[in-house]
């Protein structure tokens, strides 16, 4: 009897490091004490939407090492599929550095990624029976950025399942320091954004991309180039959207007394609108629960110590 394999709701793929925070304030060279977490924008949404009860897998690729035993297992511990993450015994598994920020700054970062074994995630690691079990894929700017190959896999996978009638996210997530000038980064990530359904570029972001000022302008432009909706993220403002049938609107943002830690906050974000997307939400519903989940985000630290879990969801009545 031949067995069929269990669907997925959503789909990621990327790097995913260990990430070493100072447990004191104060330069990074100075600071003796680390605690270890996680640190992947594609685990971060993956845990999140997990934690909400979908289905979810993680491809990616680790070091045969300490790092790599690590990550692989607190992600499986939160109920993401890793059936699909490759062991590289040639390679090492990424990590960084994070400073402890009292004032809700942006925390000093330092990354030891280069040559890891996720900048060799290629095709070879995304068979395409795997990629159609998904019926949503959430791609974000970080893995392009690591190689020609991973780039590759990535502009497969959205062509591919968005061709296969499947729903496609894309949030830039701009890295600067991972791409070797920043025209290549934004002519890379324009060409992929024409391959989703969804594009979800902060303010900031959609300005560098595009050349375009306002966050109208921003949905526009990539609405004119395929996108079916568009959200501008305007950080304490809350959030802009607006679709390809002529929907569009503010959602403000949910006040945080206390900023704790920025790094984690847009995918806290992705998590709010992919869930209430594919739960048949409408855009105004999605936009206050991504509100809502990014609030959550800034006030812990880690990159998704805050992500809630469903049970939170009703306990807030948050649609």
Known sequence: MTTVPEPLDVLTLGETMALLVAQEPGP?????????R??????????????LGF??????????????????????????????VAVDPNRSTGFMLKSCSLDGSDPAIEYYRRNSAASQLGMANLPSAYALRARH???????????PAACEVVADAMQSLRAA??????DPNLRPRLWPDTATMRDTLNDLARHADWVLPGIEEGRLLTGQSTPADVAAWYLDRGAQAVVVKLGADGAYFRTADGAQGTVPGVHVPVVVDTVGAGDAFAVGIISARLEGLGWPQALKRANWIAS????????????????????????
């Open 28 to 36: 990074l060279e100075q600071v003796q004490t680390f605690s270890k």
């Open 137 to 147: 894929l959430h791609a974000t700017g970080i893995t392009p950025a690591l190689s």
């Open 38 to 51: 996680l640190a992947g924008a594609d685990s971060n949404v993956a845990i999140g939407l997990a934690r």
């Open 296 to 319: 959550l985000a800034l006030q812990v630290i880690g990159d998704m110590e805050g992500l809630p879990a469903r049970r939170e969801l009703a306990e807030q009545n948050i649609d």
């Open 55 to 84: 289905k979810v897998g993680w491809v990616s690729r680790l070091g045969a090492d300490s790092f790599g035993r690590y990550v692989r297992q607190a992600i499986e511990a939160e109920g993401v599929d890793t059936s699909q």
């Open 165 to 170: 009638g499947r729903s496609v996210s894309f």
